[in-house]
């Protein structure tokens, strides 16, 4: 809602502030539809050469986080530390039927509490993966920390690149109305025997490629860039939570310390309290029970 509130108000103070100090808006919206094809088209097609296909639909996909927002809710939070438990108190008290639940995931009745998690493909393999290998003896702490940083930021990295295609045209896009502007000159310079009221339009129209290059690039394309990256890295908090709580697993601390340590490094904004989580925990005890 606040994106197509920003957008709103862009429009509305560029344009009307230039209604209210006289501006004509035929001009612009004459010269509007051939601008847009130069530069709107030539950044289109700068954006399809300089990434695949695969690229081009996530970018297409994540430009609706600017709408939607992050994907992970502090609810989400809540779940994903009350996963853990589970998983963690089933790893210690009967580590053979952890199996059932790390190796066929879409079949667990643990997992299945939790459908939003268990959807993410990224977020049950990092839990997976991590539990199986202790199972296998790879518990060394320090080591098993490095080999989750190292997978979470190149998820992210691959996460991130929607933003630096966005940003990329964004740089382009006031070069690409200068192009354009160009262009409406030489069209002008070839009617420089009309006389001046029509010359004046055909600048002005010339101009108008200049307005909507760098008004796309700093008023919509750049700041989809920036709320594309910063929704990405709040999402990405949630895989980090994933992380915090398994390397503290490998420290053998107590379960219930291990999802406080998660807890505790979860940004305020999305981390439940102490005590919704400890009702929440206590639920998952007594139905155990």
């Keep these: 809602m606040i994106g197509i509130i920003g957008i709103a108000v862009i429009f ?3 344009f009307g502030g230039y209604v209210l100090a006289g501006g004509k808006l035929g001009i612009i919206m004459k010269a509007l539809p051939f601008e847009m094809i130069m530069i709107g088209g030539a950044a289109v097609g700068a954006f399809l050469l300089s990434n695949d296909g695969a690229s081009v639909k ?4 994540d430009v609706g986080k600017v709408f939607k927002g992050p994907q992970w809710k502090p609810a989400d939070y809540r779940d994903l530390l009350c996963l853990l438990f589970e998983l963690i108190r089933i790893a210690r008290v009967n580590p053979v039927g952890l199996e059932e639940h790390i190796e066929n995931p879409e079949e667990s009745s643990v997992f299945a509490r939790y459908q939003k998690i268990k959807h993410d493909h990224e977020a049950i393999e990092l839990i997976c993966d991590t539990l199986r290998a202790a199972s296998m003896n ?12 190292k997978r979470v930021d190149k998820a992210q990295t691959h996460a991130l690149h929607s933003s630096h295609a966005l940003q990329s045209m ?14 409406g ?3 002008t310079m070839g009617s420089i025997d009309q006389p001046p009221e029509i010359l004046g339009k055909m600048i002005g129209g010339a101009l108008v490629g200049t307005f909507l290059g760098v008004f796309l690039a700093y008023g919509i394309v750049g700041p989809f860039a920036t709320r594309v990256k910063a929704v990405v890295e709040e999402d990405a908090h949630f895989y980090n939570l994933i992380r915090e709580v398994l390397v503290a697993n490998l ?3 107590p379960a219930n310390m291990c999802i406080e340590v998660g807890r505790q490094n ?8 102490f005590t919704d989580l400890e009702e929440a925990l206590r639920a998952l005890k007594q139905e155990a029970a």
């Design 58 to 61: 996530q970018a297409l996909k």
């Design 266 to 273: 979860t940004p305020h904004n999305v981390r439940p309290s």
């Design 251 to 253: 420290h053998n601390h």
């Design 170 to 183: 964004a740089d382009a896009l006031p070069a690409l109305g200068i192009v354009a502007a160009v262009l």
């Design 138 to 149: 790879y518990d060394d702490p320090h080591q098993v920390e490095e080999v989750l940083d």
């Design 185 to 187: 000159v030489i069209k």
């Design 12 to 14: 509305i103070m560029v």
